[in-house]
């Protein structure tokens, strides 16, 4: 009888913790894994160390901005990829709804249709992004990276900017 | 001093099942079900015109089982507030043929839909926006399917495929 009970708590406790945990990342912030050098030197520099082994940033990713899809340039987003579903991808904004964008793939200008974003990799060398699958549509975007939290080394807030070479691409 | 500690742990108590519940409601309604209200004519005559309240299950399209046929809620593409009712009529791979609402001479086209994406339709081909016009939307943007009817009370019961 005794044990019954004790069980039936730990699962009542186990379910409160899951439920209040997936509450508290859809709605306000969850914590991410960065992989690959795409958004490199901002994130996964590639030079981190911690206890001699090379690590990837750990990021913490905003919900707030999904009640109203509002972005603004630079901002750092996470979304679907469009062509899988189960991946998901850390690019920065570099042009909203209405506006042009230059690119290099067809020399020529585009227009970002309407609740679309054109999303680029600080590291454009070795990035997968807009520039070879066009503006997604911002329904995609599951945060905002606001933050780096791990390794503590790199702990910081993430700047919101322009890439230099818009303006000189368009 | 004692009936303020009272007063302070009832008020914790219930601030702290409060948040439990909402949290409850938050989980059931984006990871089990929740209601929609169906507006529009774009699903004419499977959803009428207004009013149309029917549930949507939310975990199929989580591990993919979306198929053709099914009725999902889609995040519009050109409005990420907003979200559509259509029918799913073709997976990555298949072949659509279908005709441009916007073309002048109504033309038959035929395409492929890419990796990832899907190809929506209403069911009231004359008046609905979609993948005829916008193209095939990624699979990320579907939010859940659509299954049971629950008002009309005429109407009540699973959603045909």
Same mark, same amino acid.
């Not at chain 1, 709605?27 to 490199?40: K, N």
């Not at chain 2, 948040?19 to 009428?48: C, E, Q, R």
């Given at each position: ?29 969850? /914590? ?43 901002? /750092? ?12 991808? *850390?690019?920065? *904004? ?6 042009? *964008? ?69 | ?16 099942? =409060? ?6 409601? @938050?989980? =059931? ?9 169906? @507006? ?7 959803? !009428? ?11 199929? @399209? ?18 990420? !507030? ?14 659509? =043929? ?11 086209? =035929? ?42 009370? !005429? ?7």
């Amino acid at each position: 009888m005794g044990t019954q009970k004790g069980l039936w708590s730990f699962a009542n406790k186990f379910f409160t913790a899951g439920v209040l945990g997936l509450y508290i990342t859809d709605r306000f912030a969850s /914590v991410a894994p960065v992989r690959g050098s795409s958004m490199s030197p901002t994130l996964n520099p590639g030079t981190t160390k911690l206890m001699g082994l090379s690590t990837d940033d750990y990021v913490l990713v905003e919900k707030g901005c999904l009640r109203n899809y509002k972005f603004s340039h630079g901002d /750092v987003v996470v979304f679907r990829s469009p062509s899988n579903h189960k991946e998901r991808q *850390i690019k920065r *904004i570099t042009a909203l709804p209405g506006e042009w *964008i230059g690119t290099r793939r067809f020399y020529d200008v585009l227009k970002v249709p309407e609740g679309h974003c054109w999303v680029e990799g600080d590291n454009s060398s070795s990035s997968m992004d807009s520039r070879s699958f066009g503006p997604i549509p911002l329904g995609l975007v599951q945060g905002r990276v606001t933050h780096v939290v791990w390794p503590p080394q790199r702990i910081g807030a993430i700047e919101r900017r322009r890439p230099q070479d818009t303006i000189s691409r368009l | 001093m004692r009936q303020w500690r009272r007063v302070a742990n009832e008020a914790m108590q219930f601030s702290v099942s =409060t948040a439990k519940f909402i949290a409850l409601l @938050h989980v =059931t309604d984006s990871y089990l079900f929740s209601p929609i209200l169906a @507006h529009g004519s774009s699903m004419l005559p499977t959803f !009428n015109f207004s009013g149309d309240v029917v549930l949507a299950e939310r975990l199929s @399209h989580r591990f993919g089982r979306v198929v053709p046929g099914d009725v999902v809620m889609v995040r519009a593409p050109d409005d990420p !507030n907003m979200m559509v009712g259509k029918r799913v009529l073709g997976m990555e791979g298949d072949k659509v =043929t279908f005709v441009d609402p916007a073309s002048i001479r109504q033309y038959r086209k =035929t395409t492929v839909v890419p990796k990832g994406h899907v190809w929506i339709q209403g069911d009231n081909t004359k008046e609905s926006f979609d993948s005829r016009s916008y193209g095939p939307v990624p699979y990320g943007l579907i939010q859940g399917r659509a299954f049971f009817r629950v008002w009309p009370p !005429n109407g009540f019961g699973f959603v045909d495929d």
